[in-house]
């Protein structure tokens, strides 16, 4: 009787595996999700620092060329994310991995896209910072007074 109750134990005690694939799927949108907003939010604040009725002149190619450099790279982590997405959230959420050999390599390559997509949305938020810190000195008294560098 006693090895019976052992067995009956064992078939209750939680299966470390399946708790391992919940938290690799949760891990993993919580990043991507993390991801998206972040990128989403340097879009909005790229376009809503574009210059716009300021009386800079020629002075003004300096944002454009920021702000594209920003766009550039903001749309570069949009690319990575929508990768990751399709290659690794979807396949994983409607177990699709198992189905097809040619996507595994795709997979297995996932996590660049993320590193990716994080990499650039910091080349989005320095092209933020640049046009602030250029704001900054266009505004300045420096350029105002005509002293100007």
Do not use: C
Request: proline share 3%; charged share 20%.
């Amino acid at each position: 009787m006693d090895t019976n109750k052992k067995e009956i134990r064992h078939e209750k005690e939680p299966d470390k595996n399946h708790f391992d694939t919940i938290l690799s799927k949760y891990v993993s949108v919580w990043i991507w999700s993390i991801l998206f907003g972040g990128t989403a939010t340097i879009t909005l604040t790229l376009f809503n620092l574009a210059p716009r009725g300021r009386d800079w002149n020629n002075l003004s190619i300096v944002f454009i060329i920021i702000l594209l450099y920003g766009l550039a790279f903001v749309f570069m982590s949009w690319y990575s994310l929508y990768k990751y997405l399709i290659f690794y959230i979807i396949p994983k959420f409607f177990k699709l991995d198992e189905k097809r050999d040619d996507d595994y390599s795709k997979m297995k390559k996932s996590p660049f896209y993320l590193r990716r997509s994080f990499l650039y949305l910091m080349g989005g938020l320095v092209a933020i910072f640049a046009m602030k810190i250029s704001e900054l000195l266009l505004e300045s008294s420096l350029f105002q007074s005509g002293n100007g560098f």
